[in-house]
T-cell receptor, first 116, second 111 residues
Framework: DVKVTQSSRYLVKRTGEKVFLECVQDMDHENMFWYRQDPGLGLRLIYFSYDVKMKEKGDIPEGYSVSREKKERFSLILESASTNQTSMYLC???????????????FGSGTRLTVV | KNEVEQSPQNLTAQEGEFITINCSYSVGISALHWLQQHPGGGIVSLFMLSSGKKKHGRLIATINIQEKHSSLHITASHPRDSAVYICAVPGGIQGAQKLVFGQGTRLTINP
C-alpha cells in the first residue's frame, strides 16, 4: 500500500529548540508539500518541493525552512520553535504534471506539534 | 488565486439521512479533490474528478466545470461518516503546482 509517512504523530518541544519534522513517501512522487492546519484557518502551505534540492515558499514560510536531499524525503525545520508554531503539520506528495492535474495526491497522517 | 467556498460549515444529521456538501470556486480548473479527515486523524483523498460524477460506495461526487461547483453526497449516512470534508482545487495559473483548500465542512451523524 503506497503511503506518505511522517516520523512522529505527537511531538512536544520547548521554545527556542530546533525541530525537525520528517516526511517519507514511497511512490516516487516528484512533488512534496508541507502544510499546517489550524482551527478556523484551514490548511495553509508552508513550503513545497518539485524536485530534489528544489524548494519554493508557500503562503506562510516565515520561521520555517525545508530540506530535500533525496527524492523520497522532505524535511521541515523550525529553526527556533515558538509557541505560535503549535499546530498540526501535514505532509503530502503528488506526481509532477505539466498543468494543473494532481495525480496521486496523498497526505501523511500528520504530526501534532506542541511548543511549550 | 483560486478562492474556495464550502457550505455548510457544520452539518448535523441523523443516521440514514442523505447528506450534501457543496463547494464553489472562483477560477476555472481541470480537476477538483474531495478529502476526508476524521477527528485527530490524517487526511484521506476520497475523489479527484474533472467532469460528471464519481461513485465510491455510499459516496458520490459531482462537478459542474461551467458553474464552478461541486457537490459531495453521502447516501444512508452512518456515524462513522462523521468527519471533516474538504474540497481542494489547483491554485490557479501561477500556482498550478499547489492546491487551495476550502475551510471544510464538519459533519456529525448521530445514531
Amino acid at each position: 500500500d503506497v503511503k506518505v509517512t511522517q516520523s512522529s504523530r505527537y511531538l512536544v518541544k520547548r521554545t527556542g529548540e530546533k525541530v525537525f519534522l520528517e516526511c517519507v513517501q514511497d511512490m516516487d512522487h516528484e512533488n512534496m508539500f508541507w502544510y499546517r492546519q489550524d482551527p478556523g484557518l484551514g490548511l495553509r502551505l508552508i513550503y513545497f518541493s518539485y524536485d530534489v534540492k528544489m524548494k519554493e515558499k508557500g503562503d506562510i514560510p516565515e520561521g520555517y525552512s525545508v530540506s530535500r536531499e533525496k527524492k523520497e524525503r522532505f524535511s521541515l525545520i523550525l529553526e527556533s520553535a515558538s509557541t505560535n508554531q503549535t499546530s498540526m503539520y501535514l505532509c503530502a506528495s503528488s506526481l509532477r504534471t505539466g498543468g494543473s492535474w494532481y495525480y496521486g495526491y496523498t497526505f501523511g497522517s500528520g504530526t501534532r506539534l506542541t511548543v511549550v | 488565486k483560486n478562492e474556495v467556498e464550502q457550505s455548510p460549515q457544520n452539518l448535523t444529521a441523523q443516521e440514514g439521512e442523505f447528506i450534501t456538501i457543496n463547494c464553489s470556486y472562483s477560477v476555472g480548473i481541470s480537476a477538483l479533490h474531495w478529502l476526508q479527515q476524521h477527528p485527530g486523524g490524517g487526511i484521506v483523498s476520497l475523489f479527484m474528478l474533472s467532469s460528471g460524477k464519481k461513485k465510491h460506495g455510499r459516496l458520490i461526487a459531482t462537478i459542474n466545470i461551467q458553474e464552478k461547483h461541486s457537490s459531495l453526497h453521502i447516501t444512508a449516512s452512518h456515524p462513522r461518516d462523521s468527519a471533516v470534508y474538504i474540497c481542494a482545487v489547483p491554485g490557479g495559473i501561477q500556482g498550478a503546482q499547489k492546491l487551495v483548500f476550502g475551510q471544510g465542512t464538519r459533519l456529525t451523524i448521530n445514531p
